[in-house]
């Protein structure tokens, strides 16, 4: 029933129209993304606003594995920090972006002035999902392969996306207002994000890093996405966010 509700609410906002798409560069892959609710940052990048509620926003981990992609195959971990607010925009800030190897890292940084640091990011053979924090830059993920043991078959769901890579932010595609001046302008990017598979699994946090005590609730469940297929066209002229 979880995975219809999901493919619904695909359709409906891949129903959006997205205007003269050109794809400059893409990733093929699976992911998960991991949900907690957190204590709302005190400090975030400039020009964004935190979106909480009695002192919590939503947070969190996501979890992807690329096969494909300008920089070949690697891991990225992302600390999902805050929902947020800029430009009539509402989004979900990146506190911290990781890959898993050199030439990933380089990407990010040279091509889309992504802030992303190196780890070491593994995996482990125990059939439950979980998320291991082990270190400042040091991850274990179990349950990976058995998440993804069936082969994707569903029919490719696709969804569009704003994003602005130098603030790590992913946006909704509508947005309720819009300054053409904006205060703190940023890049602006579109993503066409697809999958043949969605699901929702039993998910743990089985480690905290320094600054986990930001994380007051990890949910107990992960959205898995596979036959994931992301799609970056060049910054959208002359408009920033």
Not at 163 to 179: G, K, V, Y
Request: net charge negative.
């Amino acid at each position: 029933m979880s995975k219809k509700i999901f493919q619904l609410l695909l359709l409906l906002v891949s129903s959006q129209k997205t205007v003269c798409f050109i794809s400059q560069w893409q990733f093929e892959g699976r992911l998960i993304f991991a949900p907690a609710f957190v204590r709302a940052p005190s400090e975030m990048p400039e020009g964004l606003s935190s979106v909480s509620f009695f002192g919590l926003t939503v947070g969190g981990y996501v979890v992807l594995e690329y096969d494909a992609s300008p920089a070949d195959r690697y891991f990225e971990v992302v600390e999902m920090g805050s929902l947020c607010f800029k430009n009539g925009a509402f989004g979900q800030w990146g506190r911290e972006l990781f890959v898993s190897t050199a030439p990933a890292q380089e990407a990010c940084v040279e091509i889309w002035s992504v802030p992303a640091s190196l780890a070491d990011v593994d995996t482990s053979e125990e059939e439950s999902l979980g998320l291991g924090v082990l270190e400042e830059k040091s991850f274990r993920i179990d349950g990976w392969r058995a998440a993804f043991a069936e082969e994707p078959k569903g029919p490719r769901l696709t969804t569009p996306i704003l994003w602005t890579p130098e603030i790590t932010t992913l946006w909704a595609p509508l947005r309720l207002s819009q300054n053409p001046q904006p205060t703190f302008p940023r890049r602006l990017h579109d993503l066409r994000v697809s999958a043949t598979s969605i699901g929702l699994k039993p998910f743990e946090l089985r480690r905290h890093k320094k600054n986990d005590d930001d994380i007051i609730w990890p949910l107990p469940l992960a959205l898995c996405v596979d036959g994931l297929r992301i799609e970056i066209a060049k910054q959208k002229d002359g408009e920033n966010l």
